[in-house]
């Protein structure tokens, strides 16, 4: 291992105490951070406390303050709310409650913090830290504590999570909770969708709202950053009865956010709709009835997503390991997210430009709210513009150009938004759209179809492809589907799928020099639940796999509720890629996952099996062990459960479950969907930028490497990588890329799980500062 990269092993936690509490508003999510803290910290040798009741806890002291043991934070994973209680504390905000609260911490030997909470909470943990030296000070001369405990306990650390549904807070692409809110409000609006017209309000605030519109295809958005003009209501109603014609359909989803005002400051509520008789204005334009839905706190209920319990648990260890590598004149820092990486902020610096937002707002600054909010939240703003409105024929552009879309491969949940999406960009642009079915072998027989912007109303939540995909690859049909490009004069294609999407483009642009029909700007969108395509972190589906595997788990550990002593053994799906299985134990808090990327030996499985006798005879007297369908020919989960039953023979016994195709149905994931949404436009966007550029005397004619493109995400970034280039990067025996982010996640499964092995932070312990040239109030939905 190069000596340039630091490896936990290198910061002990022996002799340090810390603390770690949730303060103000609960979110989903919470728990996993704490859990993530209490292990790490015992992981590295720390002694680690709950502060019960956020702030109140820590001033009242007692039995509010209890160290933590491994065990006490089994079984929380999938639990929302926080288990160690959260509450608003006024006397934490007075000099005398903080003094209170650093004797509490001191005679314990406290002084690192960890803090989950809100901009508030955090503000307040700083100030804390600020004056601890002064507070020790006026504990030594009121006699409460000697001059060595103050030589001691001279620093206090503080390290933040931001907790919170909102995702309002600068300096991190997601809070803990706002995934999960998500899926509470989609759950809700797609329940709404089956019956009769609707109208609702998330109370909570403005990206939510944005971001549940746009996931959800809501046709009308009220949020305070974006004040209607007056005469909104007869705008709206116009749009509702645009809407209704072009869908055929008697359904309108209108989102309110709460917070949501008029030009002139006045608010929009649910009631304030009813109080200018809107509801009036739609029943005598539309002829039906409105019904109002708030969704209050449903948005903070239920179990955390996938997503969420992943970003809390990554978020929970590198606040121990920034809490182990802070020094006397380390600022306050929160840990937030970047991409596939978790970061350190000085805490200070997103709070203040958290503030920024919020003046602009009380200013009526609403341009500069939006600006400040983050390149994203623009961006969601732009994109639900562009396809929630259809403008009038004379006002759209016309183009010579036809696009076709297509799916290939397996089904995988979100294609169906990105193809919507794809149809309405393109629209938008002035193409006329063709929609191919059945994928090339479809396209072979000419399935061909112009598709409409009203055809692809209400596709967003839909699962599988309503367009039909096959694995089938072109080679075989060059000669027709050539025919079909010219019959149809297409001049782009766009590919939403998997591998077999990506072995497909590889097989038309070698074919260029044979059918000039195929010399046109094509371009493919990673869509697939085994998140295996080269190039690109993250392929539409992959989420909503997760959540199936997580969910399914959380079921199957509750089953053994009542019965004591069992190991579960799940097979997921992925081919030879180990992402599902990976981060799904995560999720879950598995013990253990078999995957092909990392071999294991028959001594692998004997170690396991003493890890879950050893761990049988503590009060955690359940297991949970993933298996990828290919990560070995010859320890097939079948062996494995076999294994595992002798084994374990007078200790446990085992179960095993094939999770098989439920991981590619049921609706798309909020992130599947915003993800599919958005990186279709784009790659609309580049197809009607290449089309003009490859126009020539009367045709589009392109035969260069960087017309036929993969659109991925590296990192943080939609980048666009012709795919003869990611052939190097391609294992094609195996159908996965030959190098994988996640697999820096497997170490961190281990922790978590009791493992003994090396956690490589060389990609993190950076305190980083806010970029003000880019606002880094963005989500991940950017990607």
């Not at 291992?1 to 949730?22: C, Q, R, W």
């Not at 084994?647 to 590619?664: A, I, P, S, T, Y």
Request: glycine letters at 10%; aromatic letters at 6%.
């Amino acid at each position: 291992m190069p000596d340039s990269k630091k490896f936990f092993e290198n910061l002990s936690g022996a002799g340090k105490s810390i603390g770690v509490l949730t303060s103000g508003g609960d979110a989903q999510g919470m728990n996993a951070a704490v859990r993530a803290v209490v292990r790490m910290g015992i992981y590295v040798g720390a002694k680690v406390y709950f502060i019960h009741e956020g702030y109140q806890g820590m001033v009242d002291g007692g039995d509010n303050i209890k160290e933590a043991t491994w065990e006490s934070v089994s079984s929380m994973l999938q639990l929302g709310g926080t288990v160690i209680g959260s509450a608003r504390c006024k006397e934490f905000r007075t000099h005398d409650g903080r003094l209170r609260a650093a004797l509490n911490l001191v005679q314990l030997g406290i002084t690192n913090l960890c803090v989950i909470g809100g901009d508030g909470s955090l503000t307040g943990a700083n100030l804390f830290r600020e004056e601890w030296s002064g507070l020790l000070e006026e504990l030594v001369q009121s006699g409460q504590i000697d001059e060595q405990a103050v030589e001691t306990h001279s620093v206090l650390h503080i390290v933040g999570m931001v907790g919170s549904i909102d995702n309002d807070f600068c300096g991190t692409d997601m809070t803990i909770g706002t995934d999960s809110a998500l899926h509470r409000i989609i759950e809700v609006v797609d329940a709404i969708m089956t019956t009769a017209q609707s109208q609702v309000q998330t109370s909570f605030v403005l990206y939510l709202a944005l971001v549940s519109a746009l996931a959800c295809g809501a046709d009308w958005v009220l949020i305070p950053e974006m004040p209607p003009e007056d005469g909104w209501e007869e705008q709206m109603c116009q749009k509702l009865s645009e809407v209704t014609r072009l869908r055929g359909s008697r359904l309108n989803i209108i989102i309110v956010a709460e917070g949501a005002i008029d030009q002139h400051g006045k608010p929009i509520s649910s009631e304030a709709v009813k109080d200018v008789n809107v509801s009036t204005l739609v029943v005598r334009c539309l002829g039906f009835d409105t019904r109002v839905t708030i969704l209050g706190h449903v948005q903070r209920g239920g179990t955390p997503s996938a997503f969420d319990r992943i970003l809390a648990s990554r978020m929970g260890v590198e606040a121990v390991l920034a809490l182990l590598e802070a020094s006397p004149d380390t600022p306050a820092c929160v840990v937030s997210l970047r991409g596939n990486q978790a970061i350190r902020l000085p805490l200070m610096e997103c709070v203040q430009m958290t503030q920024e937002v919020q003046k602009a707002m009380d200013e009526k600054n609403f341009e500069e709210a939006v600006k400040l909010r983050g390149r994203s939240f623009e961006n969601n703003l732009n994109t639900y513009k562009l396809l929630s409105y259809r403008k009038p024929d004379s006002e759209v552009p016309k183009s010579p150009y036809n696009v076709a879309v297509l799916n290939v491969g397996a089904p995988a949940a979100g294609m169906n938004a990105a193809v919507r999406s794809a149809v309405r960009v393109g629209i938008t642009e002035g193409h006329t759209m063709f929609a191919v079915h059945d994928g090339f072998e479809g396209f072979s027989k000419g399935q061909i179809t112009e598709i409409k912007w009203g055809d692809v109303g209400g596709w967003t939540g839909q699962g599988g492809s309503l367009l039909g995909t096959k694995r089938t690859l072109p080679a075989k049909h060059l000669n027709k589907i050539a025919e079909q490009i010219r019959i149809h004069n297409i001049g782009a294609l766009l590919v939403i799928g998997g591998f077999e999407a990506y072995l497909g483009l590889l097989e038309l642009l070698a074919a260029r020099s044979k059918h000039p029909e195929l010399c046109v700007p094509m371009v493919m969108v990673p869509s697939t639940v085994s998140n295996n395509i080269p190039g690109s972190d993250l392929s539409i589906g992959a989420d909503t796999a997760l959540n199936a595997i997580t969910n399914t788990c959380d079921r199957i550990k509750q089953s053994a509720s009542g019965t004591k002593r069992r190991v579960f053994i799940i097979e997921t799906m992925g081919g030879y890629c180990g992402y599902l299985a990976t981060v799904g134990a995560l999720a879950a808090g598995a013990d253990a996952a078999y995957i092909y990327e990392e071999p294991f030996s028959i001594r692998d499985l004997q170690t396991n099996v003493e890890h879950l006798t050893e761990k049988m005879k503590t009060s955690i007297q359940r297991g949970l062990v993933l298996r990828n369908e290919n990560s070995n020919e010859n320890f097939t989960t079948d062996f494995i459960y076999q294994l595992y039953t002798e084994e374990g023979k007078g200790v446990f016994d085992c179960r095993k479950n094939v999770l098989g195709h439920m991981q590619q149905g049921g609706a798309p994931s909020p992130f599947d969907r915003n993800f599919g949404t958005k990186i279709a436009a784009k790659a609309m966007q580049w197809i009607s930028k290449k089309l003009k550029e490859f126009y020539i005397e009367g045709r589009v004619f392109a035969n260069t490497e960087d017309s036929a493109c993969l659109l991925g995400m590296r990192r943080r970034a939609l980048v666009f990588q012709p795919v003869t280039q990611l052939k190097e990067e391609t294992d094609f025996e195996h159908r996965i890329p030959k190098e994988q982010w996640w697999l820096k996640l497997r170490p961190l499964m281990k922790i978590l799980a009791k493992y003994k092995t090396s956690y490589d932070v060389s990609d993190s312990g950076q305190l980083e500062h806010v970029a003000s040239e880019n606002h880094p109030c963005e989500e991940v939905y950017d990607k």
